[in-house]
């Protein structure tokens, strides 16, 4: 037993952490060990400690408040949907799901004009999966190692980074394959050549999986906290068609680098194809509530009009969610933050270059649009900083800096993620990118000759 709960807005920082480590689990954690931040409230790109303290969200917390805290618009749409209808049964028609529907077929590119709502991008890319195994009447995903789908048993099962392995073996009918950019690859091939040799490579699996059951394959559109890896130039379009020739469904994860966060509203965009099945989350609410959407083509679409689709959640086109949607992503069009997005990816990358032009420990840093990350080296040989799945010292330092200078932002193994709010500005980004100037001089003291 504990005592009565304070009022909101009385607790102070030790208070809600000591409560908070006690009777809550932390992701991806063990409990005794975290040092989490406590968080009071948030605006625009800023996020606010109990006793006043400010940090710049420089990671959109995951990659995933697109608009910045607390815009009007947004709040004033979920409350006014709550007090309208705050929740319908999945089997009913709601006003909020015919308008997010249409708006939604407005905005996402070619076919994928029919939508399935669940709570979040791991459970999208549940449906997407009985989705393409249901179409095709096959059962094999293909999926890279270099990505993240989620952490519910199937998405978990796709996602090829470390955190599936306490889940293993997992879902049957798993193919991975090796991405573009493997993990070590050598500097030097030009991106013509790195496209050829992996398409050349991912047919030959697919001949020795047999493409007669494969349904489906799955890719994150830019790879997101495996390396923030945009794909060469002509991959999508290679892939496309490779998986085209075979019947093959492509699945595009949109659920990290969709709506503007790569300076085009749906990243697939670059690559000028549209996939079978685009999967989207986080920017799609900005996060103020969760929401997700399988989005499907025509024929998929038509499939499902005259056989079950075989998916469902309590809490599928919930009603309250769907108008914070429709209200995000209005932002996002009216007040062109794909464009900023596009617009302060340029200034990002200049700030990059002068901060690796500086300092040693800079390996290579990369970005498109809003979506970067600097990566850290060890040597002047440039080794990376930690291997992979690995951990530095020097990383909890330079965490500790940030925190302590006003900067929030993910630090995955060796890297330090750059994935501020669409609504950044000019000045913000400077700012932003002072304060990892001088933290990186703790680096530089560790990089050996």
Known sequence: MTN??????????????????????????????VDPMPIARAEGI???????????DFNSQLMSVNIGHAHPKVVRAIQEQAATLAY?????????????????????????????????????NENAIKAARLYT??????????????????????????????????????????DPHPYEFSFGHSEE????????????????????????????????????????????????????????????????CGWGRTGKLFAFEHGEIVPDICTMAKGLTSSYLPLGVMAVSDPI??????????????????????????????V?????????????????????????AKHRCVRVHRNIGLFGLIELRKNAAGDRLVPYAGSHPVMAQLGKFFRDNGL?????????????????????LRESFDIIDRGLDLVDSVVTD
């Open 332 to 356: 996002i069009v009216e007040e062109k933050l794909v464009e900023n997005s596009a617009r302060m990816g340029e200034l990002m990358r200049s700030h990059m270059e002068r901060i690796a």
């Open 88 to 124: 319908a049964y999945p089997g009913m028609a709601t006003e909020i799901r015919a308008r997010l529907s249409l708006r939604l077929a407005e905005l996402v590119p070619g076919n994928l004009n029919t939508f399935f709502y669940t709570l979040g991008g791991a459970e999208a």
């Open 4 to 33: 009565a709960t304070p009022s909101v807005g009385t607790m102070g920082s030790r208070e809600m952490i000591d409560a908070c480590m006690q009777h809550s689990l932390f992701s991806w954690s063990a409990t005794g060990k």
């Open 46 to 56: 800023y996020l606010y400690g109990p006793e006043g303290q400010r940090w710049i």
């Open 408 to 428: 929030f932002t993910v630090l995955q193994w060796g890297t330090v993620m750059c994935n501020p709010p669409l609504s950044i500005n000019a000045a913000q």
């Open 301 to 330: 679409a038509q499939h499902f009009r005259e056989n079950v689709f075989w998916g469902g959640l309590t809490y599928n086109a919930h009603p309250l969610c769907m108008g914070c949607a429709l209200a995000a992503i209005n």
């Open 137 to 178: 009447g096959r059962n094999k995903i293909l999926v890279r190692y270099r990505s993240y789908h989620g952490a519910t048993n199937g998405a978990i099962s796709l996602t090829g980074d470390p955190r599936r392995w306490p889940t293993e073996p997992g879902m049957p009918g798993v193919v991975r394959v090796m």
């Open 193 to 256: 050549e790195i496209v050829a040799n992996n398409l050349q490579y991912l047919e030959e699996v697919i001949q020795y999986e047999g493409p007669k059951h494969i349904a489906a394959m799955f890719i994150e559109t830019v790879t997101g906290t495996n390396g923030i890896l945009p794909p060469p130039k002509g991959y999508l379009k290679g892939l496309k068609a490779l998986l085209e020739k075979y019947g093959i469904l492509l699945v595009c994860d949109e659920v990290m």
